[in-house]
């Protein structure tokens, strides 16, 4: 396969780790934990796996002796840039562990795992793809892993490979189904151990514990110095707003961790939407009425960055997306057979009266993307809904009215972009790719340690990584039960955009001044080679957040 220079130079990169990985390491476990609420719940569904303690790595005296083991690993859901190096850890951990153990890959995700689809990943395929973005090494799926059916099917691969521990590197809801998975087989007996892995660029995957899901960091990079560029461009010509929608299924963390790399003229958060129970007008009102002030000073340019999630915050929009939901699980099939000219009407007459109000209302592209096909999970598929485009429209149009009521004196000409593909599979930054190697490492380690229902967790990684902190973390400790599909579930709590965090106040402080100067900072490239400082930097999130 042919390679760029840069991939052969990187192929060479060591990641960092802390000092209290490799070599002689001790566990070190802490007091029982509870989940973060809905504890007799939570203890009731999982009785094998609750209230087990923090363990951290540290210094040992003693070298283990460990036997051979062999290890199964799932790459579930969105690609995240480090996966790979995740995967590297692992395998050279558990190589240390006992140069006899061996290491499968599942195929495409848990849909390997139950069609019984995997491959062996040997030395020389794991140095193909160490410190390389993407997925690729066995691809990655969106298979829901949570019926007992599958379980059972999945452990019959297992046993058949005498794998003794699984590794699922996910997201929250993955890592959901990897704990239950873990308390199923702890229960029957089945002698497989199960380990998740915090990953997704959303960066909603993050708590006490686990300070940031893997990918976030260069996935907001690698916006950021696109962002950066547009907004270089923007201030050369000096004729355009862009409006920028940025991805995140839910939260908000990678539009506010950009706003805070370039300093856009705005930048809308979901959770304040929500929070301040705005309706989509009361943001078209706020965007125009900064369009109009910059006019004033003759600035008819700007930048604008859009939270993906944003729609489904919306209170109003949020209603009308529960209602359709509803609607669609139930007559999904009718739906399909009505012609697509005419299914909008239908929508219409089918809806109560205030949404289907709004639904009438909204520009006919959006409209039927609000009806496209649900996800795995039944979420709207957030990322085929032109939000931007939706935005800049709406915009256009309250601009042309305030012109004519004589409270826009300028012009107004958008562009509209979307960056989520371009960011998932990037080359790793630094910081991905030290902290996703010492991630696998670690799960090797909590394997090495008769773990299961574990989450693999670095912390202190604002500081040089020699002085991480390495570890597990129950995952039943960051569970809590939400009503899904009209079922009360336990899930993984899902970190939202904390209003009173630092980053958010960060943001807020500054917002005002942003939309009316033109204060842009261009991040630039990721950088590689070259001093410290420029080389690994953690998120500015992350920086703010630790600097408490
Ligand atoms: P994960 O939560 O699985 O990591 O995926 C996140 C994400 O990249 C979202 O930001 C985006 O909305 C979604 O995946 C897109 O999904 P798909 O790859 O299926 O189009």
């Known amino acids: 396969m042919a390679k760029s220079a840069l991939q052969v130079a990187r192929a060479k990169y060591e990641p960092k780790v802390p000092k209290t990985l490799k070599g002689i390491v001790e566990i070190q476990e802490g007091k029982p934990t509870e989940s973060v609420s809905d504890q007799a719940a939570i203890k009731a569904l999982f009785p094998n796996t609750y209230g087990m303690p923090i363990i951290r790595f540290a210094e040992g005296s003693k070298r283990v002796d460990y036997a051979p083991i062999n290890v199964g690993v799932i790459l579930s859901g969105g690609q995240a840039p480090g996966g790979h190096n995740v995967i590297a850890g692992l395998f050279d951990g558990i190589k240390d562990m ?49 019926t007992k059916e599958q379980f059972d099917k999945g452990l019959e691969i297992l046993k058949k490979l005498n794998i003794k521990a699984l590794v699922i590197i996910g997201g929250d809801d993955s890592n959901t189904n990897a704990c239950v998975l873990a308390e199923y087989y702890a229960q029957i007996g089945a002698g497989v151990q199960v380990i ?54 839910s ?125 795995p999970h039944g979420n709207v598929q957030v990322s085929l809904i032109e939000t931007e485009k939706l935005l800049a429209e709406m915009v256009g149009n309250r601009l042309a009215e305030m012109k004519t009521a004589g409270t826009f004196v300028g012009k107004f ?45 670095v912390r202190n990684t604002t500081a040089p990584a020699a002085e991480w902190i390495a570890g597990g973390v129950p995952i039943t400790m960051m569970m809590n039960m939400e009503r899904r599909h009209g079922e009360l579930k336990p899930v993984i709590q899902k970190a939202l955009v904390k209003l009173d965090g630092a980053p958010f106040k960060a943001f807020a402080a500054q917002r005002d001044q ?4 033109t204060e842009y900072v261009y991040p630039g490239p990721i950088q590689y080679f070259g001093p410290t400082e420029v080389c690994d930097q953690a998120t500015k999130t992350l920086q703010i957040e630790q600097k408490q």
């Open 196 to 249: 998740g892995c915090p990953k997704t660029i959303d960066g909603d995957l993050k708590n006490e514990m686990i300070e940031t899901s893997f990918g976030f960091d260069t996935a907001c990079k690698v916006y950021s110095e696109v962002i950066g560029n547009i907004q270089r461009d923007c201030n050369s010509a000096q004729k355009y707003w862009h409006f920028i929608k940025l991805m995140g299924r």
């Open 413 to 457: 000409a958008s562009q509209v972009h979307f960056f989520g593909y371009e960011g998932r599979c990037a080359a790793p930054s630094n910081y991905d790719a030290d902290y996703c190697y010492s991630l696998g490492y670690t799960a090797a380690g909590l394997i090495g340690s008769g773990k299961t229902g574990y989450m693999s967790s």
């Open 98 to 146: 006992h140069p006899d153990s061996r290491l499968y890959g599942f195929i495409l995700g848990p849909g390997g795992l139950i069609d019984h689809k995997y491959k062996e990943l040997t030395a020389d395929i794991i140095d193909e793809y160490r410190n390389t973005g993407g997925f690729d090494i066995i691809g990655s799926g969106r298979t829901k892993l949570e």
């Open 514 to 517: 942003w939309a009316v100067n």
């Open 251 to 375: 939260a908000s963390h990678i539009a506010l961790e950009c706003a805070l790399q370039v300093q856009p003229n705005i930048c809308i958060i979901s959770e304040e939407v929500e929070a301040k129970n705005q309706s989509l007008n009361d943001i078209i009102q706020y965007i125009a009425d900064i369009v109009a002030r910059r006019a004033e000073d003759g600035n008819n340019f700007g930048t604008v960055l859009i939270p993906e999630g944003l729609i489904e915050f919306v209170p109003a929009m949020k209603s009308l997306i529960s209602e359709l939901n509803e609607f669609l699980a139930h007559h999904d099939a009718e739906f399909k057979m009505i012609r697509k000219s005419e299914q909008r009407t239908y929508i219409i007459s089918k809806l109560s009266k205030t949404n289907s109000e709004l639904y009438a209302s909204l520009p006919e592209t959006v409209a039927r993307q609000l009806t496209l096909d649900r996800d």
